[in-house]
């Protein structure tokens, strides 16, 4: 088959007047959840399988492109990223970050509706995408991370272990509190009104908890990174002014932001409003004298 040239492989630009603002679809009754596909990754996968669709902008996708990182995967599984802005059509392939390397398509949508004939759900990244099967295995970004950190142990050398079997119920336990206070809090504390107000009570409590825990740890379950602290740290790097006035977090997020992994996926201007002044993320992070495990340069 010949190869298509590289302009007719790309979306056209963001065109709200066209094609609408992007929604999600939501119907009373419909018991299906918004991130439909929920498969795992088999226990023996075999490298160049699997395929990540990420975006920048997003934290959830940044989740999973860390943990791939820390994972070891680079050469195992394959990312590319979708722009950065959107239409009624859902987030598209174009110029900045270049065609789909792996279906050629223009839209993220295709890929949906082509493990779900008449896909009416919410066109999200990140998704893991089978090119066995030729469909999206997953877009629970939560299931896509835990994967990446323990299926892959037989043809990949973790550079650091971020799901230790000992640790993971405590890793979910600090999910279940940091993910509503927050993960999701930073979005509630900015409305008006009373739920505004008590997610901005909720939410500056949680910090406050984060910084005494924080004050005798590296990390957020002692010397290792781990699961629970990627999760919080996707948040943290896009509120990074909200956190300054909390001593000992706001040097543990400058601390993650000096591992590779984390900074080599951080792009403050895929999510950060154009003329945003930024706390200054290369201030030397003094941290607790703690035998600390620490990720390679690689």
């Known amino acids: 088959m010949p190869t298509l040239p590289r302009s007719s492989r790309l979306a056209s630009p963001v065109d709200t007047t066209a094609h609408g603002e992007y929604r999600i679809t939501t119907r009373p009754g419909d018991p299906r959840p918004l991130y439909r596909f929920t498969g795992h990754v088999p226990d023996d996968p075999r490298p160049g399988r699997y395929h990540i669709y990420a975006g920048w902008f997003c934290p959830w996708s940044q989740r999973v492109t860390i943990a791939h990182a820390l994972a ?21 392939f174009r110029e900045r970050y270049g065609p789909d390397p792996v279906n050629g398509f223009t839209l993220l949508r295709q890929a949906y509706e082509a493990t779900e004939e008449g896909f009416d759900g919410h066109v999200s990244v990140p998704a893991l995408w089978d090119r066995a099967t030729g469909r999206v295995l997953s877009n629970d970004f939560k299931g896509i991370g835990i994967d990446l950190a323990t299926r892959f142990r037989g043809v990949a050398e973790p550079v650091v272990d971020t799901y230790p079997q000992e640790h993971r119920e405590e890793i979910e336990q600090l999910d279940d509190w940091l993910n509503p206070a927050v993960n999701r809090g930073v979005h509630l504390a900015a409305r008006p009104g009373p739920e505004g107000e008590a997610a901005r009570t909720a939410l500056h409590d949680a910090l406050l908890t984060l910084d005494e825990r924080l004050a005798t740890r590296r990390y957020l379950l002692g010397p290792a990174i781990t699961e629970a602290d990627i ?45 945003t002044e930024l706390p200054d993320w290369n201030e030397p992070a003094a941290r607790p004298e703690v035998s600390a495990v620490r990720p390679g340069a690689g």
């Open 72 to 92: 070891g995967l680079r050469d195992v599984v394959s990312v590319s990223y979708v722009d950065n802005v959107r239409d009624g059509r859902g987030w598209a």
């Open 231 to 275: 999760r919080l740290y996707v948040t943290l790097v896009r509120y990074g002014a909200a956190i300054t006035g909390y001593p000992n977090l706001w040097a543990y997020a400058r601390d993650l932001y000096t591992v590779p992994a984390f900074r080599d996926t951080t792009d403050f201007t895929t999510f950060t409003p154009p003329g």
